[in-house]
């Protein structure tokens, strides 16, 4: 059991953790033979051979390392299988919180799975599953992994942009969950890139609570198919302050509701104007527009700004300026 106990303190020098776990798979012939043992000699209670092999086990690991056991929550489980010497090690996943922020256009959020493969790996993507790799995904994503010593992470994005869109402010809120990690300290990481693209409360959360509900502001160019009415342009400050919206998603029968909290026309020119707009988050701002089918989710937005002035509308540009979570200051 000495050397047993050897080998898993080797094995969890690979790791970085402070509180683990121990468990111990015996074969089920040696369980069963214990309980015929108890049986035929009528012993009720006490520590059966399992038990008091992890038991040992444990307290010779925690004697030779400075670090504690936990019952619930542990860093780290290693499980033991004695008789064949085989000991694997199950590391906790990593939750962290944090904004990006960019100031490049062409620029994509995610990664664009191959469509030849299905997502199973080609000879058109490398067998590496990703069809284009330029994005705030792969810069991260490469990142993490090497950092952590990870097998795998996942992303939870808290909105999304356009490939030209810029996002300002104090940047999108993501989350990342980190699967099976060895490192578990962000200290030292640096996301290596050029000034245009870095992050902002980049944390690891105690928990794997995401608030996915957020308010955005955004900057938004509007191209007009023929000169609008100023008038009906400057109504739309007033019509859409704290508007609810219907979206309507493509593929369900049910309209969703959202709040378009202030639009505000900044600047007019003869066929183009600029406007800022602040909205719950789920809102496409080119289907706010008036154009429709640009959303992977959602096919049209009632009332638009179309709509409201009578006139067809494209954007051409929006950039984020800001994005809060519901509950924070706005």
């Given at each position: 059991?000495?050397?047993?106990?050897?080998?898993?303190?080797?094995?969890?020098s690979?790791?970085q953790?402070s509180?683990f776990?121990?468990g111990?798979?015996?074969?089920t012939?040696?369980?069963?033979?214990?309980?015929k043992?108890r049986?035929s000699?009528?012993?009720?209670?006490g520590i059966?051979?399992?038990?008091?092999?992890?038991k040992k086990l444990?307290?010779?690991?925690?004697?030779k390392?400075?670090?504690s056991v936990?019952h619930?929550?542990?860093?780290?489980i290693v499980?033991?299988?004695p008789?064949?010497?085989?000991?694997?090690?199950?590391?906790k996943p990593i939750?962290?919180y944090?904004r990006y922020i960019k100031?490049i256009?062409?620029?994509k959020?995610r990664?664009?799975?191959?469509?030849?493969?299905?997502n199973?790996g080609?000879?058109?993507?490398?067998?590496?599953?990703i069809?284009?790799?330029r994005?705030i995904?792969d810069?991260?994503?490469?990142?993490?992994?090497?950092?952590?010593?990870?097998?795998?992470?996942k992303?939870?994005?808290?909105g999304?942009?356009d490939?030209n869109?810029?996002?300002?402010g104090?940047?999108?809120?993501?989350?990342?969950?980190?699967?099976?990690?060895k490192?578990?300290?962000?200290?030292n990481f640096?996301?290596h890139?050029?000034n245009?693209i870095?992050?902002?409360?980049?944390?690891?959360?105690?928990?794997?609570?995401?608030s996915?509900?957020?308010?955005f502001?955004?900057?938004?160019?509007?191209?007009f198919?023929?000169?609008p009415?100023?008038?009906k342009?400057?109504?739309l400050?007033?019509?859409?302050?704290?508007?609810e919206v219907?979206?309507?998603?493509?593929?369900?029968?049910?309209?969703?509701?959202?709040?378009i909290?202030?639009?505000s026309?900044?600047?007019?020119?003869n066929?183009?104007?600029?406007?800022?707009?602040?909205?719950?988050g789920?809102v496409?701002?080119?289907?706010l527009?008036?154009?429709?089918?640009?959303s992977k989710h959602?096919?049209?937005?009632?009332p638009?700004i179309?709509?409201?002035?009578?006139c067809?509308c494209?954007c051409?540009?929006f950039d984020?300026?800001?994005?809060?979570h519901?509950?924070?200051?706005?």
């Amino acid at each position: 059991i000495d050397k047993l106990a050897d080998s898993v303190i080797s094995k969890l020098s690979e790791y970085q953790y402070s509180t683990f776990q121990i468990g111990v798979s015996l074969p089920t012939n040696i369980i069963e033979f214990e309980d015929k043992l108890r049986s035929s000699f009528k012993l009720a209670g006490g520590i059966n051979i399992k038990s008091d092999f992890v038991k040992k086990l444990r307290n010779i690991i925690s004697s030779k390392i400075v670090k504690s056991v936990d019952h619930y929550n542990p860093d780290v489980i290693v499980k033991v299988e004695p008789f064949d010497s085989t000991i694997t090690i199950y590391s906790k996943p990593i939750h962290l919180y944090g904004r990006y922020i960019k100031k490049i256009r062409g620029v994509k959020q995610r990664n664009i799975s191959c469509l030849s493969c299905n997502n199973v790996g080609c000879e058109l993507c490398s067998n590496k599953k990703i069809f284009d790799y330029r994005s705030i995904e792969d810069f991260l994503s490469s990142q993490l992994l090497k950092h952590f010593n990870s097998k795998k992470i996942k992303f939870t994005w808290i909105g999304s942009e356009d490939i030209n869109s810029l996002v300002l402010g104090n940047g999108r809120p993501f989350y990342v969950d980190v699967f099976e990690p060895k490192l578990r300290s962000l200290l030292n990481f640096n996301l290596h890139h050029k000034n245009d693209i870095y992050l902002n409360d980049f944390v690891i959360q105690k928990n794997n609570f995401k608030s996915v509900n957020f308010i955005f502001e955004a900057l938004v160019k509007i191209i007009f198919t023929k000169k609008p009415d100023i008038k009906k342009l400057e109504s739309l400050t007033k019509f859409f302050k704290n508007r609810e919206v219907d979206l309507i998603p493509i593929g369900k029968n049910k309209v969703m509701k959202r709040t378009i909290h202030q639009i505000s026309v900044k600047k007019i020119s003869n066929n183009s104007a600029d406007f800022t707009v602040k909205s719950d988050g789920g809102v496409s701002i080119k289907a706010l527009v008036g154009e429709s089918g640009f959303s992977k989710h959602i096919l049209y937005v009632t009332p638009n700004i179309s709509e409201i002035i009578n006139c067809d509308c494209q954007c051409s540009l929006f950039d984020i300026t800001n994005v809060y979570h519901e509950n924070n200051d706005i």
